[in-house]
Every structure is written in C-alpha cells, then in structure tokens.
C-alpha cells in the first residue's frame, strides 16, 4: 500500500535540503549556523551567555539547579554546564546523572519509536488510525471550537485520523491542559489527563484520576468529540499518548517494554523511566512550582509521584530522564540512527522522523498559529534543518544538523512560562556560537 512508503512523505532530495535553528522549547532564532560553527569546536570558557545565565538563576535562588550539555556530532562527552544542587539549602549537587522530569520532552522518543515501526512496515505514516483502533473510525468533531459537546453541536469528521496526525499534533485531538469549557470537563471525568505532577492535594493542579490502562484511556478518548476536523490545524494534545496504545497493538507488548526494548535500552540510555527505582532516588531532583516569583516544593524527591506506578505509560510527557541519557539520544539522531557504531533506527526513519511531515490539508497562519508552529515532525519542532523539544518542568533539547550540533536545558520548576529562560534558551546559544564562529 502506498501509505507505507516513506516516499510519500518526502523524498530524499527534499530531506538533505533546508538550513534553520531551532528554539528548543518553543521560541525560534531566524538565523542559521551553517556549517561553520561545527568547524571551529568551541574552546573553554565556551559558551559564556548560558554560563552567565545559569548562575544568575540559580544565584538569585530561582531555581535549585540548571545544567546545559553541549555536544558536536558524535563526540561522546558532551561539554557540562552545571550549577545548584538537587534541592534548595540541599548539599547533593546536580550534574549530568541527576534524573529529571522531562514531561513532553518524552514525545520525540515515542514519535521515533513510531518511525522504526513505519520503517519496517509495519504500518504507514498516512496509514488510517482506524485500522489498528477500529474505536476511530467514525469521529465526531465540535462545530465549534472548545463550545458545546451536545450532539447537534457536533459534525462528521470530513477524513479519516492517520498516524501522521497523531505524529504531528493535527488529529483534532483535544488537551486537558489547553481546551476550555465542556470538552475539558469530559475529558478529566474520563481520565484523559495523561501525567502526574504531585502527591500533594492542590486543587488547582489536581486534573483528575487518569484512565487505568492505555487501552481504556484509548477507548475512552475515541467516546468524545475532537476538538478541530482532522488535519487541518496544529494544535497540541494527547496525540503522543494515543501513539503509546497503537504502538503496543502493532507490537502486542506494553508500550513501556516496547519502548525500553526498542530505543532506551540500545541507545544506552540507563537512567530513563517511567517509574523512578528508589535505588535511584538520591540522584532525583526536586521539582517546584514558582508562586510569586518564589519556588516552592511541589513534588519533593523523596516523596514524588514518579516513585509509584504510573496509571499507565505516557507517551506524551510521562518520562524521567538524565541529561547524559538525552544527550545519548540526540547523538543517535545526530547520527541519522546510529550510535557508538550501532544501528538503533534505520537513516531514512530519522532523516523523515526529523523533518516536516505535517499534512498537505493543515493551514499555517501567517503568524504561525498555535505556539507559533509552521513545521512539525515525529513528536517534535521543526525548523530548517533542526528538531527538538521541550518539557513542562524547563527543559529543552534539540539538534541542529547544520551545525553538528546537539544541545539541552535542563532544570525543574512549573509553570515553564515563569520564567523565560525556556524561551531564550536558543538565543543564548546561537549568541555564543556567532561568537565562536567570529572569534
């Protein structure tokens, strides 16, 4: 079928075309490296603007921690930029195998793990998602966005959802966490809140008790309208979380197992979990909510939620990862599927998992619509030649396949838009290789 071939997405010439940088967590730098910064390594003091505001965050007593790791090409260590501790007035000292929550960051590998499945046929990019959860094939959409879920304020789905969509945020999928109104409602009664922030009892962040297995939050999910027709919108939602359930059909294995068996594990990346071992719990930071311009506790490491069992695996946001382990990951991507020699992915998975596949039908605001995206691939941003990620607790990861570069942020405080740092992250990057490159 021709769903099952990569060349319907985009061809080979088109992928080794494009040149951009990639804001990791959201917020894009027009200009690009080129290769030119790949060919003058940066030399120590290197990077001086993420230097000089990591320690003004965690100085002031922003944050507890920050760390950025550094890496060209396949160079094993990565350069580590590392300040604070694991927790404020704590003496433990974060370093590049402190766990981190890395929420959506957990995306990218999910959307990679899909590719191989595609790359080895067994299934398609454009492939219905009906035919491997029949519970979607006949889908209601709201008429109008986030209003009324009653059934004469619903309308036919004009196309079928396809993996691509799940794969790119554009099925019409709906969001606890972005959708108002009653689609929100339904859809925390139901427990489709994939992600866990804290055991405490705070009510404002209390969503709801999540859907007991993969398997019922998807069929649950395809009880309720979509918010949007399928492909014809970015906008972002559960889609990855959806993904972890068709991975599993096709795999007739837990995602989780699939997921460890297929990347974590061969990347090498022993510090990834979806549940914290307490043998490890001296390396967790702890993760907190800024209120008033002040971190306060909300999952301290000992008492975290990450500790237990999740309801289920989330594809969408539900790892626990260390900066070393992520880089290992970037490095397998830099390495178009390869790493320390060793095959993980097949080169044209990563080269099309890495690159634009938004559908042809999806329309792209001038401005760039929600969270100003105009290219999205497997599970993450899309900008020229770059692709990455950020995560709801501050991180950031991206590579830069201009430049040979592979690049992250990692630190833990909620809301991420507290603080900017997020945001800037990309432009203190690109600030410190213009001036490597010019130096």
Request: with cysteine; aromatic share 8%.
């Amino acid at each position: 079928m021709a769903y099952r071939e990569f060349g319907t997405a985009l061809d080979r010439r088109a992928l080794l075309r494009g040149a951009g940088w990639l804001g990791a967590a959201g917020v894009l730098a027009a200009q690009p490296l080129g290769r030119a910064a790949f060919a003058k390594p940066p030399l120590a003091p290197a990077f001086p603007s993420v230097r000089a505001a990591i320690e003004e965050y965690v100085s002031s007593g922003k944050v507890a921690n920050m760390l950025a790791t550094f890496g060209w090409g396949q160079t094993p260590d990565p350069q580590v930029i590392a300040r604070g501790t694991l927790a404020l007035g704590g003496a433990a000292k974060a370093d590049i195998d402190s766990l981190y929550r890395i929420y959506s960051m957990t995306k990218p590998l999910t959307g990679m793990c899909a590719m191989q499945l595609i790359d080895e046929g067994k299934m398609g990019l454009d492939q219905p998602l009906a035919e491997i959860l029949p519970a979607f094939a006949e889908m209601k959409v709201q008429k109008t966005y986030d209003s009324s879920i009653a059934p004469d304020a619903l309308e036919p789905a004009e196309r079928p959802i396809t993996i691509r969509m799940l794969l790119t945020h554009t099925a019409g999928l709906g969001y606890s966490i972005i959708q108002q109104g009653p689609i929100k409602t339904e859809y925390e009664r139901l427990g489709l809140v994939p992600g866990q922030v804290t055991k405490l009892p705070l009510p404002e962040i209390d969503r709801g008790k999540p859907a007991a297995s993969l398997k019922e939050f998807a069929d649950r999910l395809a009880t309720v309208p979509l918010v949007l027709q399928p492909g014809t919108k970015f906008s972002y939602s559960v889609a990855l979380d959806l993904m972890g359930r068709v991975i599993e059909v096709i795999e007739g294995k837990p995602f989780d197992l699939v997921l460890k068996e297929r990347l974590i594990d061969p990347i090498g990346m022993t510090s990834t979990f979806f549940r914290v071992p307490q043998s490890e719990v001296g390396r967790l930071t702890t993760n907190y909510g800024i209120l008033g311009g002040k971190p306060l506790p909300l999952d301290p490491a000992r008492g975290s939620v990450y500790l237990d069992e999740p309801a289920f695996p989330y594809g969408g946001a539900g790892l626990v990862s260390s900066p070393r382990d992520y880089d290992r990951f970037l490095r397998m991507l830099l390495g178009y599927g390869k790493i320390d020699g060793k095959r993980v992915m097949g080169e044209l998975a990563v080269r099309v998992g890495t690159s634009n596949i938004l559908p042809k039908t999806v329309e792209i605001p001038a401005e760039g619509g929600m969270m100003g995206v105009t290219s999205y691939g497997a599970g993450g941003r899309v900008e020229g030649n770059a692709y990455g990620w950020g995560g709801a607790a501050g991180t950031a990861a991206f590579v830069d396949y201009d430049s040979g570069l592979r690049a992250t942020l990692f630190t833990q405080y909620m809301p991420s838009e507290a603080y900017p740092i997020q945001g800037e992250f990309s432009d203190l990057v690109r600030q410190d290789l213009a001036a490597m490159t010019n130096g």
